[in-house]
């Protein structure tokens, strides 16, 4: 596709170009007439005077006898030097008197005389290109009537019409060049903004995230895309931050065991003989730790991009949670967390059940985990659109905690000391409920003494 | 020389006071941040060792607090963190050295071993008074020529002593330098130890006496006459 630039150059400058022309061509006619009705008003005139000159003088006889008033009249200056000139003939056709200009040649004559003016061009045996205006003049006495024609050249006219016409197209071509200039100076400086919201984008990267275009200063047309940009900058920004989170979380993960996997097989080595078996079962379970938490990344990896290996049939929840809720009953017993169950036998959907199982287990799992010994984890399932909720007490969280919960490997611990777990069971679970077209939401709310209230909840737009 | 070691992973901190000790090293441990920061309040420790996500006080808050209180003991920085701003960081604070886990225990110790050579204002790792000759980095003590066998706690009060020559040490800063908490502030152990030390390097009859006895005060090691 062409520039932006480019397509208004290519439909303005011609358009431009046609205006122009347009408009010389309308001056250039409208002289044209104007010079026109003024040759015929003059030639009016001339015929006024020459009829008047005529009158003035009586019709005593023949030729040459019509004096002085027509001979007063060819005596003027305009009819000694080519530019008008007059002619009179009789009733029989025959020439009676032509202005001294004409030097014996006659002016064209009309295809008939009438008592109206008849108006008509022709061409002068000097090749002057003159405008005639031909007419009867009527005499008294019963004498029959005379005819003649005034003429005026249109040397002059044509040679203003020419000059006109030159000086129009060459102010044409002038207003054209200055017109396009104009325009594509406008234009450079219209999408100048444009320009400058590309460098910035070009010089945009990994390390310029947080940077934002400045909308303000943009022309209304294109502050609609660069705001929309600067919210995908964000969302960029966003998500850049949270795979630098994960980073660094999975480091401490993974380094910390490493690291006292490493010491404790040097000090062995350096000093064996303060090694003990005690040392060689902190390693194994130090391993095993680390198997745990790549293991876990691992089921995430999976729950990520097996959309299309789900396999839905119609199941009941019930059954489902109450036998997650007893996995997890010694683990609740252990840190004096009361298990309640809420259970709508009805509550029921189409579901892959063995990514619902991954869900509710984690659920309950990291409630029963994070719940305050002596507190209780409510876990309930409807048939309705929230299908099941897991809701314990959550003193130590606050709002700012709950948009990271499902983050993989966030822990609210950010000295990460508890050491059973890697924070990987929420994401597992988000995952699994996007895959299964469920939505996970956690929501946490103030109790009456102040500590929070968190409510994870699984919810099914198939309800 | 006494260290503190602030580490929250159990499983890391029980290793590395294992090496230390048997480096020589009187180490005080634990896992909270709170409790280092009461510890360093407490002792005047030589290096401390400093994890950076701690339970109780992080370890970027417990080495402002020492700064702030004028505790100019060298710490290291001892984290998973290796993100160039998070070294700036604890670096500007006024860390003296930073290591990422995981570590090679050697380099630890060698790290160790100079943030306490530079709080007594020494490069060599070599300690010499009159015939005897102490090497930090060797972990290794000759007179004469003959090396002298000696086991990490008198290794350790010789250091301590040849880095204070010409000082009089007495017993509470050997206490407080050469032995952990776990040693009764009640017992003889000082004296014993250093009687142990004459005894060791007094390689024969003729061996010039380097540590001396200050009647009420403590000891000094001086060049012999």
């Known amino acids: ?463 | 020389m006494r260290l503190l070691l602030v580490e929250d992973s159990a499983p890391l901190r029980q290793p590395v006071v294992k090496a230390l000790k048997a480096s020589g090293y009187a180490v005080d441990a634990t896992g909270d941040g709170a409790e280092g920061w009461e510890m360093t309040k407490d002792h005047d420790y030589d290096v401390i060792i400093l994890d950076i996500m701690l339970p109780g006080m992080d370890g970027h808050e417990l080495l402002r607090r020492m700064r702030a209180a004028g505790n100019e003991t060298p710490v290291l920085f001892l984290t998973a963190k290796d993100a160039i701003a998070e070294r700036v960081a604890g670096l500007r604070l006024g860390a003296d050295d930073y290591l990422t886990k995981s570590f090679a225990i050697d380099e630890l110790l060698a790290r160790v071993e100079a943030l306490g050579r530079r709080k007594y204002a020494r490069r060599s790792p070599h300690l010499v008074v009159g015939d005897l000759e102490l090497d930090q980095a060797a972990k290794t003590v000759r007179r004469r020529g003959c090396q002298i066998p000696l086991p990490p706690q008198l290794f350790a009060l010789l250091e301590y002593l040849l880095l204070r020559k010409g000082q009089v040490v007495s017993r509470t800063e050997i206490e407080e330098h050469i032995y952990d908490e776990l040693v009764s502030p009640m017992s003889n152990v000082v004296d014993t130890a250093v009687c142990a030390l004459r005894r060791a390097i007094a390689i024969t009859d003729q061996s010039a006496p380097l540590i001396h006895t200050r009647r009420g005060m403590g000891y000094v090691i001086l060049e012999p006459k």
């Open chain 1, 1 to 463: 596709m062409k520039s932006i630039r480019a397509q208004l150059l290519g439909w303005l400058l011609p358009g431009f170009v046609v205006v122009c022309v347009a408009a010389i061509l309308s001056v250039y006619f409208s002289a044209e007439k104007a010079t026109e009705a003024d040759l015929d008003a003059r030639l009016a005139r001339v015929a006024g005077a020459a009829r008047l000159a005529l009158r003035n003088q009586a019709a005593t006889g023949p030729i040459g006898t019509r004096a002085p008033g027509l001979r007063a009249f060819l005596a003027k200056e305009e009819f000694q030097s080519p530019g008008q000139y007059f002619q009179l003939w009789d009733a029989e056709g025959t020439p009676e008197r032509r202005s001294p200009n004409l030097n014996g040649a006659d002016l064209p004559r009309p295809a008939a005389f009438t008592r109206d003016a008849v108006r008509y061009d022709g061409l002068l045996t000097n090749g002057d290109r003159v405008r005639l205006s031909a007419m009867q003049y009527p005499q008294s006495g019963g004498h029959p009537p005379l005819a003649f024609a005034v003429a005026l050249s249109r040397v002059e006219g044509d040679a203003q019409l020419s000059q006109l016409l030159s000086d129009l197209i060459l102010g044409g071509v002038a207003c054209c060049a200055v017109l396009c200039l104009l325009l594509v100076l406008a234009l450079r400086f219209a999408l100048r903004p444009l320009a400058h919201v590309g460098e910035q984008a070009a010089a945009m990267g990994t390390a310029s995230l947080h940077e934002r275009f400045a909308v303000e200063a943009l022309p209304d047309e294109i502050r609609p895309i660069v705001a929309r940009l600067n919210d995908l900058m964000a969302r960029l920004e966003e998500g850049f931050e949270r795979e630098r989170r994960f980073s660094g979380y999975l480091a401490h993960e993974l380094r910390t065991p490493l690291a006292a996997i490493r010491s404790t097989s040097e000090v062995a080595l350096k000093w064996p003989e303060q090694a003990s078996s005690a040392d060689h079962a902190e390693i194994a379970q130090l391993a095993a730790r680390l198997q745990q938490t790549v293991d876990g990344l691992l089921v995430l990896a999976q729950a990520e991009t097996l959309s299309t290996e789900i396999v839905r049939e119609e199941m009941a929840l019930r059954p489902l949670v109450e036998e997650c809720v007893a996995l997890h009953a010694e683990r609740a017993r252990e840190r004096e967390v009361t298990l309640t169950a809420q259970l709508d036998a009805a509550a029921g959907l189409q579901t892959d059940a063995r990514l619902l199982t991954i869900i509710v287990t984690n659920l309950i799992a990291n409630a029963v985990e994070h719940a305050p010994p002596r507190s209780e984890v409510t876990i309930a399932c409807h048939a309705a659109d929230r299908l099941f909720e897991v809701i314990n007490a959550a003193p130590s969280l606050t709002a700012e905690d709950v948009p990271h919960l499902f983050e993989r490997l966030w822990r609210k611990d950010a000295a990460r000391s508890d050491e059973s777990h890697a924070g990987l069971g929420l994401s597992l679970a988000q995952s699994c409920a996007q895959a299964l077209g469920l939505t996970l939401t956690a929501e946490l709310t103030a109790e009456l003494d102040a500590s929070g209230l968190l409510t994870v909840s699984v919810t099914s737009p198939q309800k």
